[in-house]
């Protein structure tokens, strides 16, 4: 697999805190989205460390097209 799968054409809006280090799913094949599962492992795929700078709502990219990864740039609307 060398290309990201798109699992879903829309942002997955998660809970986050101030502070707090999340890991996004690159390869978009983890069972709990948006955050990785390690289902990447034997591929080129590694999650992406991401800190909140902020507590709130954070919108993950769903569909891997993002160039604000690992945050939704709109993207999916294009595909």
Same mark, same amino acid.
């Given at each position: 697999?060398? !290309? ?14 101030? $502070?707090?280090? #999340? #890991?996004?799913?690159? =390869? ?9 599962? $390690? /289902? %990447?492992? $034997?591929?080129?795929?590694?999650? +992406? ?6 507590? $709130? !709502?954070? #919108?993950? =990219?769903? =569909?891997?097209?993002? +160039?604000?990864?690992? *945050?939704?740039?709109? /993207? %999916? +609307?294009? *595909?």
């Amino acid at each position: 697999m060398d !290309k990201p799968i798109c699992s879903q054409k829309a942002p997955y809006v998660a809970d986050v805190e101030e $502070g707090k280090t #999340y #890991y996004y799913c690159t =390869c978009g094949k983890s069972e709990k989205q948006p955050f990785c599962d $390690g /289902a %990447h492992k $034997g591929s080129a795929f590694t999650a +992406k460390a991401w800190t909140a700078e902020k507590t $709130g !709502k954070a #919108y993950f =990219c769903g =569909c891997r097209a993002s +160039k604000n990864d690992p *945050l939704c740039d709109g /993207a %999916h +609307k294009e *595909l």
